[in-house]
């Protein structure tokens, strides 16, 4: 099983941990713990788990042929079982017996699940603090960049981009703590045997869930948790959320991309954001691959919360529907936060056009300032209405609403030349910007 470089993007390196054999590796991962535990409990002979862990390697075995089988044994654990058994049988009848003794299929793929989303976890970790520092960087270089205010995708008064890359950097931040305090409680061992007694183990059976989890490296929860699937779908969640959260990012950064807007742009590499018909184009294909995902992942995450409703002590249907879709939750993912990291490191400011986008407004997104200045004079019905003239003069003489404001006898009476360009100084509707971005990044607000 070949391994990506370690510095090969999330998505690569997420295909090889959630592969089929890496699967089966860390199945077999578990039945070499668990014969080690019940070795150290003394309840098998310590050289029957040497033998089973001989053995429980992956490259003993046909990966293709043991799915096949599996999908009408109705789980990978039993032609796997049933394989390795056959195996340690040839060199050592008396070891093959303690093959996945007290354990049970389920014990097997959870934990193996366990594994993978662990390793994943930390991969996904590591990729998401590049992308938070780029955007945190972005957001110090421009904390002064003026930039349009935008809802309701119509212009409003003005914020910086360092503002909007702090409000991404701190929305990824609490995903990625979101994720890891949820990954926290959800990846732990599952060992409990058939029915989540223990039984065949007898009164030794904790203590070899102890010696088990020490040898994962997981943690041992209270119980099995069989058909109580509440941990692991809250893991999903956050990561659909964090998806969320990346989806809006790429929705504003392709908005800001367009050729009209031309505020920003992706890395313009080889081969990158080309059009197969159109020359010209310079398409936001990191964007499009994040919000393809943040799209997809809600829909996989529905299943997993219907699958909840499990019947008794093992489900029927419902634990068996998220072993494909909790690994396509988490490669969508990697997909993304990949997509993100290149875009995000490479991104490019156009600074000039933000300043002449808002410019082309010609000042009608001070219609707020202006308002409330003449407010207490004129009370806020007369004031909007006096304004809402001002800057219909102002739209359709394609003048700045300054120079229509400073001509208004109403205007003059109530605000003075200085007062007015207070008013229509972009510094002045700032407002607590620079404090809110450093308290976005975690820093000491400065006023």
Not at 36 to 48: F, S, V
Not at 303 to 314: A, D, N, P, V
Not at 322 to 336: H, K, L, S
Not at 384 to 394: D, F, G, N, S
Request: glycine share 8%; net charge negative.
């Amino acid at each position: 099983m070949s391994k990506p470089a370690e510095n090969s993007s999330a998505s690569l390196r997420l295909q090889n941990i959630l592969s089929l054999e890496s699967r089966i590796q860390t199945m077999l991962q578990f039945e070499a713990a668990l014969a080690k535990a019940e070795a150290e409990a003394g309840l098998i002979p310590e050289e029957a788990a040497a033998t089973i862990v001989e053995y429980c390697k992956v490259e003993n075995f046909d990966a293709i042929d043991l799915e096949t089988r599996g999908t009408r044994a109705g789980t990978l654990v039993i032609p796997l079982v049933k394989d390795l058994v056959s195996k340690i049988k040839e060199k050592s009848p008396e070891a093959s017996h303690f093959v996945h003794f007290g354990s049970t299929s389920q014990d097997v793929l959870d934990t193996a699940m366990v594994l993978q989303l662990k390793d994943s976890i930390s991969i996904l970790n590591k990729d998401l603090e590049r992308i938070e520092a780029a955007f945190a960087k972005r957001a110090r270089e421009h904390a002064s960049t003026l930039l349009l205010g935008r809802t309701l995708l119509q212009p409003g008064p003005p914020i910086t981009f360092g503002l909007k890359a702090a409000g991404w950097a701190a929305a990824l931040r609490r995903g990625r703590e979101r994720l890891n305090t949820s990954a926290e409680k959800a990846l732990v061992l599952q060992f409990g045997g058939a029915v989540g007694t223990l039984s065949t183990l007898g009164p030794g059976g904790l203590n070899v869930a102890g010696l088990l989890a020490a040898e994962l490296g997981l943690p041992l929860p209270d119980a099995p948790w069989h058909s109580h699937r509440d941990r692991l779908v809250e893991l999903a969640s956050a990561v659909a959320v964090l998806l969320g959260s990346l989806g809006k990012i790429a929705k504003d950064m392709s908005l800001h991309m367009q050729a009209e807007v031309a505020e920003l742009s992706e890395p313009c590499k080889e081969g990158r954001g080309g059009s197969s018909a159109m020359p010209h184009k310079r398409n936001p294909v990191g964007c499009m691959t994040v919000l393809a995902a943040a799209n997809r992942v809600p829909g996989l995450l529905s299943s997993l919360l219907t699958g909840m409703i499990q019947e008794h002590e093992r489900g029927l249907g419902g634990w068996q529907a998220e072993w494909r879709t909790i690994p396509e939750i988490f490669q969508e993912a990697a997909n993304a936060i990949s997509a993100m990291v290149e875009v995000s490191e490479g991104l490019e400011v156009n600074t000039e056009n933000m300043r002449a986008n808002f410019e082309a407004t010609n000042e009608i997104v001070f219609s707020e300032a202006l308002a409330a200045a003449l407010l207490p004079e004129l009370g806020r019905k007369e004031a909007q209405r006096l304004v809402a003239q001002l800057v219909e003069k102002a739209v359709s003489s394609k003048q700045k609403l300054s120079a229509i404001a400073s001509a208004n006898e109403t205007v003059i009476g109530i605000v003075d030349e200085s007062g007015l360009k207070q008013i229509f100084d972009p510094n002045h509707l700032l407002g607590s910007t620079s404090v809110l971005i450093e308290r976005l990044l975690g820093g000491e607000p400065r006023e």
